[in-house]
């Protein structure tokens, strides 16, 4: 089970941080990704983070201004997002996949998004202008 946590409203370039808890699955062999999916639009991968060394990837609109991390002690992957924008405006989702620990960049975040057993509910955050 994915708990995703942490959405609200913000104004353009502020912060916020989205958190990630997970139960009942071994969390240290589990890969973790974000989505995100605004009104009218698809689901898009965001970030996600391996399991054993903690590679991370960004997708382009992200990069720079957003930041995964991974607490296994806790269960718990965050995004730190920054500089946010009105266009970020969308629900936020997490993904969790036990991926081979060498798959790493967009082929594990294209794994997350189409064969992931594991999604949290979602969190929405706004961006205002």
């Known amino acids: 089970q994915l708990q995703a946590s942490g959405g609200g409203l913000v104004q353009t370039g502020g912060s916020l941080r989205l958190s990630c808890a997970a139960s009942?699955?071994?969390?240290?062999?589990?890969?973790i990704g974000w989505f995100r999916q605004a009104p009218g639009k698809e689901r898009e991968g965001v970030s996600c983070?391996?399991?054993?060394?903690?590679?991370?990837y960004y997708a382009d609109s992200v990069k720079g201004r957003f930041a995964i991390s991974r607490d296994n002690a806790k269960n718990t992957v965050y995004l730190q997002m920054s500089s946010l924008k009105p266009e970020d405006t969308a629900v936020y989702y997490c993904?969790?996949?036990?991926?081979?620990?060498?798959?790493?960049?967009?082929?594990?975040?294209?794994?997350?998004?189409?064969?992931?057993?594991?999604w949290g509910q979602g969190t929405l955050v706004t961006v205002s202008s």
């Open positions: 993904a969790a996949d036990r991926a081979p620990y060498t798959m790493k960049g967009v082929l594990l975040l294209l794994r997350l998004q189409y064969e992931s057993g594991f």
């Open positions: 983070i391996s399991s054993r060394d903690g590679s991370t």
């Open positions: 009942g699955f071994t969390f240290d062999n589990y890969a």
